[in-house]
């Protein structure tokens, strides 16, 4: 029990990360379900995160005494409802006084668990000499694809001119991987989930969108995944 966040595949432990992450639960007023060990459990929100500082405020309860009980437990989980669930554990809570009341005041989690349910929900990717790379099977050889949008769900792709006869509506498309900056090659099985065509080149040549949906995706892939989007929306706001 101890170690479930920090031994989950989905555990993340660079703190820019995690800051980047506690921030948007700020932001968006999520909320937050803390429990203690002796069955307190109420809900709370992000007040506010510093990385410098190395804290994390949250609000308090109305009730002072589910306050006072949850200062003096030895450990507490928090962990965020719906779509993208975060979740982390503390062992040090205390209670300040801040100029607008109380608050619950702790260190910054040195590792927590994000674990993005909306399968709708899509990054787009970096183009150029950072982009990204889907290598299909054909019968004879392979292609690459260029990545253009991908979420936990699957990944959208851009090809040139008219997709290959294996890219049809329901296709399965086994042996297929990509090679993510930093960690190596991750193989891949794709279904085909929609064709459209795009636009056309300067050239006149169509361009084509396709929709690929995971297939029997690992722990270990969805991790590096969900990885590699966090690290995205960290550079994207300038934290990394």
């Known amino acids: 029990m101890a170690n479930e966040v920090d031994d989950s595949d989905f555990a993340i432990h660079n703190r820019k990360e995690i800051v980047f992450i506690l921030d948007d639960l700020k932001k968006h007023r999520t909320s937050i379900t803390l429990d203690a060990p002796d069955g307190v459990s109420f809900l709370t929100s992000v007040l506010e995160v510093s990385l410098e500082e190395n804290y994390v405020y949250l609000d308090i309860s109305p009730d ?9 437990s030895k450990h507490v989980t928090l962990s965020t409802q719906g779509g993208v669930k975060v979740r982390w554990r503390s062992s040090d809570v205390l209670l300040v006084s801040l100029p607008d009341g109380d608050a619950f005041l702790m260190p910054l989690p ?15 990717m970096p183009q ?6 889907c290598k299909i099977p054909l019968v004879s050889g ?7 949008d991908m979420s936990v769900g699957g990944i959208g792709i851009l090809i040139k ?12 498309l086994e042996g297929c991987s990509v090679a993510f900056p930093g960690v190596g090659v991750v193989p891949l099985t794709l279904k085909v989930f929609g064709v459209w065509a795009s636009h ?9 969108h396709v ?13 590096v995944i969900q990885r590699y989007m966090v690290q995205l929306e960290v550079e994207r706001m300038g934290l990394a």
Not at 128 to 133: F, I, N, R, T
Request: hydrophobic letters at 40%; glycine letters at 12%.
């Open 64 to 72: 002072e005494r589910i306050n006072n009980r949850i200062v003096k």
């Open 110 to 124: 040195v590792v927590l668990e994000r674990i993005q349910r909306r399968n709708y929900f899509r990054l787009n």
């Open 128 to 133: 150029g000499s950072k982009a990204l790379y």
């Open 142 to 148: 392979f292609f690459d694809a260029t990545i253009v």
């Open 161 to 172: 001119g008219n997709p290959p006869a294996i890219i049809s509506q329901g296709a399965i």
């Open 200 to 208: 056309q080149a300067k050239g006149g040549e169509q361009r084509h």
């Open 211 to 223: 929709g690929l949906a995971f297939e029997k995706l690992s722990g270990g892939a969805s991790n």
